[in-house]
């Protein structure tokens, strides 16, 4: 029962991981290049145009990435939590039978709620990702 749910958490964590690194660094890029198209067109020397992005910026990116990253990556989330449920109701005799696979937990929540029930609760999460992504990625790219 204590490892119930950690296969799909440990399936979540490297695509939220390389999806919120992917979505900041693109964006990031993206605006820095459209920055020094602007800079070289207005004929300002290279070393005037900005190296870092402004704090905004950054608090933006950052919280779109932890979005992206978030929805792309809640299913697997909401299945590990309904596993660690199950789990919990067994152990204390309210729900019967044998522990359910992650497969079987999809095909449940889609055969219950269809394809929208993959992401019931997903905005509750954003309250958390969005700002903590901003804020991380805004004070490294500061410290860095």
Do not use: C, W
Not at 1 to 20: F, N
Not at 79 to 102: E, F, K, P, W
Request: aromatic letters at 8%; hydrophobic letters at 40%; charged letters at 15%.
């Amino acid at each position: 029962g204590l490892y119930r749910g950690v296969g799909p958490t440990l399936l979540g964590i490297l695509p939220y991981a390389g999806l919120k690194f992917y979505s900041y660094q693109s964006m990031k890029i993206a605006f820095q290049q459209r920055q020094g198209v602007a800079a070289a067109a207005a004929g300002a020397p290279s070393s005037d145009r900005p190296a870092k992005l402004p704090v905004p910026i950054m608090l933006l990116f950052g919280g779109v990435s932890g979005l992206v990253a978030q929805t792309v990556t809640y299913p697997l989330d909401l299945i590990r939590r309904r596993q660690q449920v199950d789990s919990m109701l067994r152990t204390r005799g309210t729900r019967d039978g044998h522990a359910r696979t992650s497969l079987v937990v999809l095909r449940s929540i889609i055969a219950e709620h269809g394809m929208k029930g993959l992401f019931r609760g997903v905005s509750i999460n954003y309250i958390k990702a969005v700002p903590s992504t901003a804020i991380g990625f805004t004070v490294y790219d500061q410290l860095k």
